[in-house]
């Protein structure tokens, strides 16, 4: 058992060496893009948070951004492996958490975090809680955009029945189920992922809005979403896209 382990972890190593030679450039701006636009929104609210540290503690939305450093931090590791699809399926997670989490936060602003968890855990799995449903429920700006470029984003996470065929031509061709490295899908998956920030941030300063004045006031955080070209935050903010 521990030879055939052995012989796994030797067959992944073959695979991020591959990915670091053949796809260094896109998964390294993929961690730039993660540290730099982490560090800064951190920072930024840092303050908001220790004077308002009981609706901080107490809410979803909270929670499911500092989350979000870890869930990037699987995202960049499982591109790094070859499994893209695990790394598709994280960016959904974080998606669908934040949705609900904001959701609960604006139905029940009064409860503790721990009441506010035992909700989501009876309603997580229920139709009515399907995110894209949610989203029409919200009273927030730029409704018609976050909804497009939700609809964009599960287009692109969700499974293709194309990767079902390949799989199922390798092994008709007893040619096992490859690990196929692909910048052209790490590329996707770091596209997905600013726009799964761009998302969560917007949605953050929904129930957080004494953030939106210190971000708006923050050059780092104002070139950021410059650079990384994030639509709605721009409009939240004010801030015109080249």
């Known amino acids: ?25 896109e998964l390294e701006r993929m961690r730039q893009f993660i540290y730099v636009v982490n560090r800064h929104f951190f920072a930024t609210t840092q303050k908001e948070y220790e004077a308002n540290m009981p609706k901080y503690v107490n809410s979803l939305v909270s929670w499911c951004h500092l989350e979000l450093f ?16 695990n ?7 974080a998606l669908e958490s934040i949705v609900q989490a904001l959701y609960i936060d604006l139905r029940h602003p009064e409860a503790g975090i721990t009441t506010k ?28 955009r976050l909804k497009k470029e939700y609809k964009r984003l599960s287009e692109t996470i969700h499974p293709s029945h194309k990767r079902v065929v390949a799989t199922l031509d390798d092994i008709s061709g007893d040619r096992g189920v490859p690990v196929t490295i692909s910048c052209e899908e790490i ?30 006031e923050n050059p780092d955080f104002i070139k950021d979403i410059k650079a990384y070209n994030l639509y709605l935050l721009s409009k939240a903010l ?3 896209l080249s």
Do not use: T, W
């Open 117 to 144: 968890i035992e909700i989501l855990k009876e309603v997580e799995d229920k139709r009515e809680y399907h995110s894209a449903r949610l989203i029409d429920e919200l009273e927030i700006n730029y409704k018609d």
């Open 70 to 85: 870890r869930i990037s931090g699987h995202i960049l590791f499982l591109s790094c492996n070859g499994l893209y699809r």
């Open 187 to 216: 590329s996707k998956i770091y596209n997905s992922m600013k726009k799964m920030y761009d998302i969560l941030f917007l949605l953050f300063m929904v129930y957080f809005p004494e953030v939106k004045k210190s971000l708006k």
């Open 1 to 25: 058992m521990l030879r055939s382990l052995d012989s796994l972890e030797e067959g992944f190593q073959s695979i991020v060496k591959k990915s670091k030679g053949e796809c260094g450039d």
């Open 87 to 93: 790394a598709f399926d994280n960016i959904r997670y």
């Open 238 to 240: 004010n801030v015109r």
